[in-house]
């Protein structure tokens, strides 16, 4: 008993060294921060769910999620929101909740809990609990998500961004070459004159939006809205009315970003230029015959032909994926698909070939990237994957085993104490 004594003594006084010595950390270690915390990441969800409604997933997600703090306004449709809806209401966001939680649970770890067999079930919890929160920061800050479209019978080694656009220069004056000359989005939004040795030309970025609203006007009518200035291009012989608009970050919203800007020889004008990107590709012959040129755009300078279009950002794969065979299925007597299937051959490196079926929730994974069956054409003949770069995505699943390892060490200890307690009091005097 007395050597029992002894061991709390020693361990009550190891820990309150720590704490002497780690005492800065104290206050973060507070579990009402803990609890309100928790109460507030509540909240944050039940805000971001009701806002999925008005702005989509991607939109509550950019809004109160990857942010530090999100503005609310009350709902008009809910009781006194006539009243209430002017009023905003600042939300924490994702970011510094997640944050927070995180130098909590550490300075937590650090000041209150011990190595012994009593606590360590309790230890690995909250280890995989912080490698979880880590995890899930460190997966908003790199994770990518793209797109990738394949015609049937066709290869594709290139990935498409959901969000972000790129100006591209293509020199096609060698037949079966192309050289080609992209300036990203953050450029196009800084504004000015861009420069640089792969362009013979130079360019001054007029106006650049990432999303808005177009008409073709009638011949012989005033353009009104952005494009009043374009001169040269489909903008100007299509007509076009360009009208600013916010991102639709709804699963269904469409975002046509545009750009007008201008091209110098030296100090020569060589005209006003409308770029328009199409959210799907390069699909503008779906949209009128007379757009479908904004897929390339000719300029022709100094003997050479190159073509420009504003189009989703790109990354080139050192591989290559070719789509043979594509299926749908549907449940029967309806037109509701439960299954999408893409039969393709993934080129790889130093002619090496892999089959592969890619189906609902069977990707394809390879260097890095999950490939996702997102979305099916039976009847035009082509897929489209949905692409996710994730380089932390083993680290929910360590978390989770800490957490299951915790749990039942935990629970294992406890019993083994609770029998022997029971076999001992059972034991005849």
């Given at each position: 008993m007395s050597k029992e004594i002894n061991t709390r003594k020693k361990r009550k006084s190891s820990l309150g060294s720590r704490r002497k010595k780690f005492a800065w950390l104290v206050p973060f270690a507070?579990?009402?921060?803990?609890?309100?915390?928790?109460?507030?990441?509540?909240?944050?969800?039940f805000v971001a769910t009701l806002e999925q409604v008005r702005i989509g997933i991607r939109g509550a997600l950019a809004e109160y999620f990857e942010s530090m703090f999100g503005i609310w306004h009350y709902p008009e449709q809910f009781w006194g929101g006539e009243f209430l809806h002017a009023f905003p209401l600042p939300v924490p966001g994702g970011y510094l909740l997640g944050g927070l939680l995180i130098v909590n649970l550490t300075a937590a770890y650090i000041t209150r809990f011990q190595w012994t067999g009593k606590k360590m079930g309790i230890q690995l919890i909250h280890l995989g609990i912080i490698m979880l929160l880590v995890g899930q920061l460190a997966t908003q800050a790199m994770q990518e998500e793209s797109r990738m479209q394949i015609n049937k019978g066709e290869s594709s080694n290139y990935i498409e961004r959901f969000h972000g656009v790129e100006l591209a220069?293509?020199?096609?004056?060698?037949?079966?070459?192309?050289?080609?000359?992209?300036?990203?989005?953050?450029?196009?939004?800084?504004?000015?004159?861009?420069?640089?040795?792969?362009?013979?030309?130079?360019?001054?970025?007029?106006?650049?939006?990432?999303?808005?609203?177009?008409?073709?006007?009638?011949?012989?009518?005033?353009?009104?809205?952005?494009?009043?200035?374009?001169?040269?291009?489909?903008?100007?012989?299509?007509?076009?009315?360009?009208?600013d608009k916010e991102e639709d970050f709804s699963s269904e919203g469409?975002?046509?970003?545009?750009?007008?800007?201008?091209?110098?020889?030296?100090?020569?004008?060589?005209?006003?230029?409308?770029?328009?990107?199409?959210?799907?590709?390069?699909?503008?012959?779906?949209?009128?015959?007379?757009?479908?040129?904004?897929?390339?755009?000719?300029?022709?300078?100094?003997?050479?032909?190159?073509?420009?279009?504003?189009?989703?950002?790109?990354?080139?794969?050192?591989?290559?994926?070719?789509?043979?065979?594509?299926?749908?299925?549907?449940?029967?007597?309806?037109?509701?698909?439960?299954?999408?299937?893409?039969?393709?051959?993934?080129?790889?490196?130093k002619n090496q070939t892999r089959q592969a079926l890619v189906y609902m929730n069977t990707p394809l994974r390879h260097a890095g990237k999950t490939f996702y069956q997102y979305q099916m054409n039976a009847a035009a003949d082509y897929t489209v994957f949905q692409v996710i770069r994730n380089p932390s995505w083993l680290v929910p699943y360590i978390a989770c085993i800490l957490v299951s390892i915790g749990l039942l060490w935990q629970f294992s200890f406890h019993l083994v104490r609770f029998l022997r307690k029971n076999s001992n009091n059972a034991q005849p005097a």
């Open positions: 507070s579990i009402r921060l803990t609890l309100t915390l928790l109460s507030l990441s509540m909240i944050l969800i220069f293509s020199d096609v004056t060698v037949p079966n070459t192309q050289k080609v000359v992209t300036i990203p989005q953050d450029i196009l939004e800084d504004g000015g004159t861009v420069r640089t040795a792969d362009l013979p030309f130079k360019i001054k970025v007029k106006k650049f939006g990432v999303n808005c609203d177009f008409t073709v006007t009638p011949q012989g009518s005033n353009r009104e809205g952005q494009a009043k200035e374009v001169n040269r291009g489909v903008g100007q012989t299509a007509n076009l009315t360009i009208r469409l975002n046509f970003g545009y750009l007008i800007f201008e091209i110098f020889d030296g100090t020569k004008s060589l005209g006003t230029w409308l770029s328009l990107a199409h959210p799907g590709g390069n699909h503008w012959w779906k949209q009128s015959p007379k757009l479908s040129d904004f897929a390339f755009q000719p300029i022709r300078h100094d003997g050479r032909l190159w073509g420009v279009t504003l189009r989703s950002e790109r990354e080139y794969l050192p591989y290559s994926i070719e789509l043979i065979d594509v299926e749908n299925e549907f449940y029967q007597g309806t037109e509701i698909p439960f299954n999408f299937e893409s039969d393709i051959v993934l080129n790889m490196e």
